[in-house]
């Protein structure tokens, strides 16, 4: 069957993995996060550090790594992404405290920065423009199974021989990557062995790709109104993905007493909601651009994907049945694909040929949001001594960026000079 696969779509195969391998690695601390808490005596604060010295390196190298992959070929930064991040996950079971623990999670984050913005950029040399928006929705559906994957590989490792185990097997998982990646795959349709001319003549007439590029107009980007609104927002919704990515397990574990046995499957089902999210959004954010228009298409859909979540985390926090809060939180991740798709559509639109540099853009502030709110869920936990009240802040945050969803027009473009 692989055989007669298009060779584009093997990639993309590889692209896959990646991400899923990504996010397989970026949940792994949060499943143990109360085995690592108990053994060098963390408070929700402590812990909320070693969190979010990843999302601050991250956030800090995700554009220059996008950069370098433009320069230099996505092939060589991927695989010294993959390097990097594999070596840094394995030592992060070889840390001693808490200092020592927060030095490799940022080291780690250092690593990973840039592999969603390098993955674009295969996407842009060996698709079409039409295939764009269906290959970009794979690499969310990655992402999602990697979360989903990481519990029923990371519990069962913790259980039977210590936390510290389930670092060092994910790390290997990377390194096999990266031996595929070098053996088979190559920067461009045209230095791949075996592709027919036919599928190279379709990629390369009918790419996003271009060789030339002119320089990237920072002074109308960071001017555009739409572009800010949307920046702000998407600030916003990381605040929500990164509740489920780095504290949703200690949670459930800590505030609602639920076993680690339990949270195997509580975590695999809540992230086959994202999958679920990922594979219905772009079909349904294209259905309803196409009814409403493109300005009111890419509005509501961002408007109610953040309302929605917002109103998830609520309920978890008024509620006292369990059963119910997991629920809540199922129906959360289930909408948040849906603004994901929604703003990387809108970066197409608003940045035309300079999407890359606008995705870095938005992801950085993307991953700062995150940083806050790592930190801040921890802080607002030990003061507050309730695992219900940051839940109240952070839905307060997804309405806001609800709410600047209103001021992002996808017509709006910059205009390279």
Not at 259 to 270: A, D, G, L, N, W
């Amino acid at each position: 069957m692989l055989k007669t696969l298009p060779y584009r779509y093997r990639v993309l195969i590889l692209l896959f993995f990646l991400i899923l391998i990504t996010y397989l690695d970026r949940v792994c601390i949060s499943l143990v996060g109360v085995r690592i808490k108990s053994e060098f005596n963390l408070s929700n604060e402590e812990f909320g550090w070693v969190l979010a010295a990843f999302s601050l390196a991250y956030a800090l190298f995700e554009i220059p790594s996008g950069i370098l992959g433009d320069r230099i070929g996505q092939r060589a930064v991927l695989m010294r992404i993959v390097i990097w991040w594999s070596i840094f996950t394995v030592l992060t079971g070889a840390t001693s405290g808490l200092v020592s623990l927060i030095a490799v999670r940022f080291l780690f984050g250092a690593g990973e920065a840039g592999a969603f913005p390098t993955s674009s950029g295969v996407v842009s040399r060996w698709f079409p423009v039409n295939e764009t928006g269906r290959s970009l929705s794979a690499l969310f559906v990655g992402q999602n199974a990697g979360a989903a994957l990481a519990p029923l590989i990371v519990i069962p490792i913790a259980a039977a021989f210590g936390w510290r185990a389930s670092f060092m097997i994910s790390g290997i998982i990377g390194l096999l990557w990266v031996a595929v990646c070098f053996a088979w795959f190559r920067n461009n349709p045209s230095e791949m062995k075996g592709i027919s001319e036919a599928e190279q003549k379709l990629i390369e007439d009918n790419r996003r790709f271009v060789t030339e590029r002119p320089v990237f107009p920072w002074k109308k980007a960071l001017t555009n109104r739409s572009l800010l609104a949307l920046i702000g927002a998407f600030f916003c919704s990381q605040w929500g993905l990164y509740f489920f990515i780095a504290w949703m397990p200690v949670y459930l574990q800590e505030g609602r007493h639920f076993q680690e046995s339990e949270m195997k499957m509580i975590t695999f089902y809540t992230f086959i909601f994202g999958i679920v999210g990922a594979l219905s959004a772009g079909f349904l954010s294209d259905w309803w651009v196409k009814r409403k228009g493109l300005l009111w298409g890419r509005r509501v859909i961002g408007v109610l994907a953040l309302s929605l979540m917002a109103i998830s985390f609520l309920a978890a926090a008024l509620t006292p049945n369990n059963v119910l809060v997991v629920i809540c939180l199922y129906s959360g991740l289930l909408f948040y694909p849906f603004n994901v798709i929604a703003s990387f559509a809108t970066c197409v639109d608003i940045g035309g040929d300079r999407v890359g540099t606008v995705v870095g853009m938005m992801n950085f502030f993307g991953q700062t949001g995150a940083f806050f709110l790592v930190i801040l869920f921890g802080k607002i936990v030990d003061v507050t001594h309730s695992f219900n009240a940051p839940l109240f802040v952070l839905a307060g945050v997804l309405f806001v960026g609800s709410m600047l969803w209103l001021w992002v027009n996808p017509f709006k473009s910059i205009k390279a000079s």
